[in-house]
């Protein structure tokens, strides 16, 4: 029998700056490429916010895409103890 143990959901960091920050820094990306930019869509903001605080109440993303409706979505687990920016995460990346 498997047992899944929920906890509280982390807090949410997605502030206006966090959200402009990847913003920017994906549409620079995509100009490089001649692709349109990216705008907010605050429906979808306010979905993934609400997927995040459902996800992260559970161990290493066993929760999966239970629950998803609507839009599409790739799951990533990572962690800090210090505070960066999403650009220079995505720079890192990319």
Request: contains cysteine; positive net charge.
């Amino acid at each position: 029998m498997s047992v899944c143990f929920a906890r509280n959901s982390m807090p949410d960091k997605t502030d206006d700056n966090f959200q402009n920050d990847c913003l920017q820094s994906s549409n620079t990306f995509r100009a490089k490429h001649h692709s349109p930019g990216f705008k907010v869509d605050p429906a979808a903001v306010a979905y993934a916010k609400s997927r995040c605080a459902l996800i992260s109440q559970y161990p290493r993303l066993s929760h999966g895409h239970a629950g998803l409706k609507d839009y599409g979505e790739n799951l990533y687990w990572a962690g800090n103890s210090q505070d960066v920016m999403a650009g220079k995460m995505i720079h890192k990346n990319c």
